[in-house]
């Protein structure tokens, strides 16, 4: 299944995976644990749509954009309260927010369909199981 990504968006999950993947400040916010990382790593390596072929990596992709979508959150309350809230990094950060939540709710729109059509296929609710087994095609 393929999540279509627009420029402006691509740009701002990079940007967003850099400020997730930087080292917290010392007594800042808990760190993701490294296998997070990992996907939020690869979101960082993206350069188009995403393609999710199974459930599992959908839900890995769902807690990557999640973590992006907390830095991107962070650096837009910093920026509004230490520039004005007109500054043109402020409105930046908020445009890097917003398409960030955007894909962001692609990507969950997309694991509903694809637990719906596992549901449907199955006969029973998503499974460690066959969330991995059950492909869906480009």
Not at 15 to 38: F, K, S
Not at 79 to 87: A, E, K, N, P, Y
């Amino acid at each position: 299944m393929i999540v279509s990504l627009n420029f402006e968006e691509i740009s701002s999950l990079r940007d967003g995976a850099e400020l997730a993947l930087e080292p917290a400040p010392a007594g800042g916010a808990v760190a993701a644990p490294p296998e997070e990382l990992v996907h939020v790593e690869a979101l960082r390596a993206a350069g188009g749509d995403l393609s999710l072929t199974t459930l599992a990596e959908q839900r890995s992709a769902e807690r990557a954009l999640e973590l992006i979508l907390s830095a991107a959150h962070e650096r837009m309350d910093v920026l509004v309260l230490t520039q004005h809230v007109g500054s043109d990094d402020s409105v930046n950060a908020y445009f890097d927010y917003a398409h960030v939540l955007t894909v962001l709710e692609r990507v969950r729109t997309a694991g509903r369909r694809m637990s719906a059509i596992i549901e449907l296929v199955t006969g029973r609710t998503p499974t460690a199981e066959s969330s991995t087994d059950v492909t869906f095609p480009d």
